[in-house]
């Protein structure tokens, strides 16, 4: 069986699945489900405004840009065109674009290397532990988001 990038990582996870609820399934009828139910939601979620506000300044200000995620490239592309956020990034990166994911850095290293810029010039901001814990694998700094706001920053030296 081939399988294309980041389809992979939903296979991963139907796997875990399964093994942690003991359930009789196969993993690819985990993984399609799992994309067949996300086609069907209509709202996938709102920007994050802290976020926002800091990529429209790093527009105007000319610094490089990218998102590096671990949805699958058609749902990202149709996720951040709703919300109007393509303008405003030089650089995405998906599931369909890496084989290692995070917590893993090579979503990070690739959007870094997208931009033209070293690892440890970029500074992430992330929602989720899994996101942290890639960009201080790949040596860049973080800023932890929750609830819309920026929490708490990781240094990438600690």
Known sequence: ??????????LKYGKSLIEKYQLDVEPVYLAESKLHYFDDITHKGEVITGTFDVLKQAKSKGIPTAIGTGCQRRHTEEILTSAGLMPYLDAIVTANDVTQHKPLPETFLLAAQKLGIAAQDCVVFEDTELGCQAAKAAGMDCYLVAGGEMKEFRSANI
């Open 1 to 10: 069986m081939v399988l294309y990038h980041g389809r992979f990582t939903n």
